[in-house]
Every structure is written in C-alpha cells, then in structure tokens.
C-alpha cells in the first residue's frame, strides 16, 4: 500500500487547528485555496486569532473572483463579515487603490477594488473592513472592537485533487479537513474525503490522487464503518462485530453475517481471512497477546517517527498516542513556540527567559535562597560589609544571617558573628563568613552537625582510646552550616532604634525606682519627726512620768 505518512501529517495539521474550536458553517474551495464563511459574532482581532489557530487567515478578496466566491457564501445570509483588509497606523490615502489600508498577509497587492461610496478619508476613521450581502459585498469601514455577525477564513494549499468521475446512477460527497462538505467544485484540498454512492466507497486525497479505503488506521479509522486495524502485514483493514462481515465490494461497511466463522474464535478486537481459515487481530496501537486472541496496548511513542517537529513530545495512551509540547512550550496554529514565564514575575529579583524554561538571579548583596530557589536573600561573604538600609528610615537596617548591626559614624556595617566563642561544638569548630562549621577528632564522628560521639571500634595501637594522648588532625564530618544551636537563625541584629527603645526603658525603669525609693525615705522621715515633736510637747507641759515604789 502507498506510504501515507505525509498523508497523516497533513491531516494532523487541520485537526490540530481544528480542535476545540467552532466549526464552519459552509465553505468553497477553487484552484489553490479553500475560503470558509464562520457565523460567530467577533471583534477583528478575535476573528484573526480564530483564523490563525486554524491555519489560515482572514479572507483577501484580490481579485474578481474572490469577489464571486463572497455571493456564493453570503448570498443567503444577513450582517456584516470581516475580511483580511486592515488600516494599521497613520491616515488613509485617498488616492492610493487601498487607501492606505493593507491585507493581513502584510502586503498592499491587489488586481480588484470594492470600496464602499461613504469611504471616510479622514484621520479618525475606522481601521477595519466588513462586507455583506445588503451592501452588495462593498469594503465598509468599522470599528475594529465592533462585534459583526462573523468571518471568513482563507486556507491555501499544494496538490489538491480533481473531483472523481462520476458513472450512470452514481454520485459523490466531499467533505473538506476544514470542517465544511463541498457540492460542485473542481478543486478539494489534501485530506478531504470522498464518498461514491450507492457502492458506499470512501477515498481520501492525497498527493493529487484519490486513496481508495481502507487507508492509515491513524486516520479517521481508516475510512471504516466500524474499526480499523492493522494485520500482520502492517496492511490496514476493516473489520465490523461479531454476526456482521465486511462488504466485499467496498470493503468498508458491515453486513448482517450469520454464520461468521469469527464467531467461535472469541476474538477481544477483530479477526481476518488467514488462508483457508481465519485469526484474530488487534485495532490499531494493539497488539496481539500469547493466547492469540487478547489484545495488549502498544507502546506507539517507541517509533521516533511519531509526533515531528520542533518541541513536541509523544504521549501514549490506551490504544493510541498523543502529541503534545513539551513542558515551557505552548501550542500557537499547528507549532509548539516557547512560553515566557517571566511575563508572570516567578522571580523576586531578576528572570531571564530560556528555552522551555527561566532562570532566576540576585541583585548584588543577594543570593539565591536554597529553599526558595526564585527567591533571594541577602549576602555579605566577607568579614564586615555595609547594611541594607530602608531608604525611608535610616534607622530601619538589615543585616545577612550570621552577621550582627554596628552603627558607625555615617553607616551601619555587618559584622560577621564568630560562632566559634560560643563553644557551640562539641570539639573542632571553624568560623565561617555567616557561619559555621563543626569537626570531631579521629575516632569520633559527627552526629547533628554539632556533637562528636566516639568510635566503638578505634582504639589506639596501645589499647587506650583514641584521643588520649598526641594531638591529632581534625576530622570533619560537615562542611554545611551547623543547625544546632543555628547562628543563621539569630536575630541579625540590634537596629539602631531597637537600641534607642532598650535605653528609653532603662532610664524609665531607674527614674521610677529612684522615685519609690525617694517617696519611702521621705514618709519614714516624717514619721520621726512627728514622735520628736510630741515628746517636747509633754516637757512643755510640765508632765512626767511617775513610777510606784511599791
């Protein structure tokens, strides 16, 4: 059979620009080009991406027979249409034959003109151009964000097909890859299909020549009433459900069969004439399973083949396969073209866009943070370097982990903390800038970053431990920032006003003790000399104090 791999990419292409979207409601194709009419009430510029998503581009009518093909779609229908003409910048040029306006294919080329009588030459006349039936299919200007009754889309294309001929009692239906059938035209596009009645045989086009069914299971089933698959030979076939057999003469519809020999076989997919007898077989993306009647799903992204292109990746399924972008990359028409995430601001700093993905980076004082790689955090990586201050409040400043705030006479500097005089290790310790590092002598090993715990089984070469005599060379088990007790986690610093409210609470807290105590000795002193006073009233008086002799 004709290889129909180029078929199959062909007809990906339209079915890919098809998918989710609306479908035509006619369409006419003639020579090279196919011109689809959409009744979707849409601005200009969602009428464009329409277009595009589908391949194509909005309708330029050049010449006089673009102009016919507008009566045969519109005839019948009411409102106004978008084509491809388009005023972009600047004012319109009366005098030029499209008045300064030009088609969405970038160019000002054209053998017809149509423009409306109450064309408007001035400045802020509107950019964009509709035609419809009651205007007799005249250029009229409008409103680009003016929502019309739809659109018309323009598809070009190479190799198309002459329609079939056509015997006594016979006749044939086409329906093109756009989504529209066709009825008397002498020109179809690649991957439309045909359908003679009332033999009921299907071909499809390709390379300029009529494929007869079944053709690549891939496509539409093969042209198959029911299913397609694939014999041993890789030849596609059609086959139908059990009690129903193939039509012999077009060899893709099902007949009512009552003494199928498939019957008996129990086949879980299909069966084929095998010789004088018959086997079973799987529909396509199967394969036939040991007892020779299962069917198990094939891995189809094995063949490099499937799914070309630029950034595109195979995806299995059950059965079948699916071709998709890969991650970074969004589908755009019928190409995966890459996404830039920085568009959404995933970094706190800086974000360079790449290839299918982004990369983020620090201002200068920073550095990446290693939990939160899009984020940063502030770096010193010397002993001592100036504070980030908040430009509003001088005396708002910050300091890296590991560092502590020291106000000079004009600045504020970080001052690297030596964790080490801490004696946070448990033995060995190395200051670091913003940290440090613990380490165990040999014949212990380190245990939570910060504890050295002895080897059971190292003992010197006298029996005693090891340890006990010589000094030895340290041996460091980490070389990562020590967790316990974690430096980086201390405050980075006293900020200037938290030193200024710390000395404020202080002088109030003297003052009010000086004040208590200053009130105590002051009543105590007035109590004395109340009992000072009284006893010299009483001598004034004359008065004493008797005592009894007996």
Avoid at 195 to 201: F, Q
Avoid at 284 to 304: I, M, P, W, Y
Avoid at 329 to 337: E, R, S, W
Avoid at 418 to 423: L, R
Wanted: proline share 5%; with cysteine; aromatic share 10%.
């Amino acid at each position: 059979m004709k290889d129909v791999t180029g078929l199959l990419a062909v007809m990906l292409a339209f079915l890919v620009g098809r998918a989710g979207g609306i479908e035509p409601n006619s369409g006419y194709c003639i020579g090279n080009q196919c011109v689809a009419v959409f009744q979707e009430p849409s601005d200009y510029e969602a009428a464009q991406n329409q277009c595009e998503g589908r391949g194509s581009h909005l309708m330029t009518v050049r010449t006089s027979v673009s102009h016919d093909i507008l009566s045969i779609l519109l005839g019948n229908l009411t409102g106004r249409f978008w084509i491809g003409l388009r005023r972009t910048t600047g004012c319109p040029d009366a005098a030029a034959d499209l008045k300064g306006f030009q088609w969405v294919t970038k160019d000002s080329e054209s053998d017809f003109f149509n423009w409306a009588p109450s064309f408007d030459s001035s400045c802020s006349s509107h950019r964009c151009v509709s035609v419809s039936q009651e205007s007799d299919y005249r250029w009229t200007q409008e409103p680009c964000d003016e929502h019309v009754a739809g659109f018309l889309c323009e598809y070009t294309f190479n190799e198309p097909c002459t329609i079939l001929a056509v015997g006594e009692g016979e006749s044939v239906t086409y329906t093109t890859p756009m989504g529209f059938g066709v009825g008397d035209m002498l020109s179809l596009p690649p991957g439309s299909s045909a359908v003679r009645m009332p033999s009921e045989i299907k071909y499809v086009c390709f390379a300029q020549q009529w494929l007869q069914a079944p053709w690549s299971c891939e496509i539409q089933e093969g042209g198959c009433e029911y299913k397609c698959a694939m014999d041993p030979k890789q030849v596609p076939s059609c086959y139908c459900p059990a009690g129903q057999a193939i039509n012999r003469a077009n060899k893709v519809t099902c007949e009512v069969d009552t003494e199928d020999p498939c019957l008996k076989l129990r086949c879980a997919h299909a069966c084929y004439h095998k010789g004088d007898s018959y086997a079973c077989m799987c529909d396509h993306g199967f394969k036939l399973a040991q007892d020779g009647r299962s069917c198990v799903d094939f891995n189809d992204c094995t063949d490099e083949r499937q799914c070309p292109g630029d950034n595109f990746m195979c995806v299995n399924t059950i059965g079948g396969f699916q071709c998709v972008c890969k991650d970074g990359y969004k589908m755009t028409g019928q190409l995966c073209v890459d996404v830039d995430e920085c568009a959404s601001a995933p970094c706190e700093h800086m974000c360079t866009n790449t290839p299918g993905s982004y990369q983020c980076s620090c201002y200068d004082g920073y550095q990446e943070d290693p939990k939160s790689p899009s984020k940063c955090k502030l770096y010193c990586g010397k002993e001592e370097c100036v504070a980030e201050c908040d430009p509003n409040d001088k005396f708002q400043c910050y300091c890296p982990d590991g560092y502590i705030a020291e106000e000079r006479d004009t600045d504020t500097v970080c001052i690297d903390i030596d964790e080490c005089s801490f004696f946070y290790c448990d033995q060995n310790c190395k200051n670091t800038f913003g940290s440090y590092v613990c380490s165990c002598s040999p014949g212990y090993t380190l245990v939570g970053h910060y504890r050295c715990v002895k080897n059971d089984d190292d003992t010197d070469a006298d029996g005693g431990s090891e340890g006990s005599g010589a000094p030895t060379i340290p041996n460091i088990h980490s070389t990562s920032p020590v967790p316990y007790p974690d430096p980086t986690r201390q405050p980075s610093g006293v900020t200037v006003g938290g030193l200024v409210g710390i000395i404020v609470c202080t002088v109030f807290f003297i003052v009010l003790m000086v004040f208590l105590a200053h009130h105590f000795l002051t009543g105590r002193g007035k109590l004395e000399s109340a009992s000072a006073l009284k006893a010299q009233d009483d001598e004034a008086h004359g008065l004493r104090h008797v005592t009894s002799d007996t």
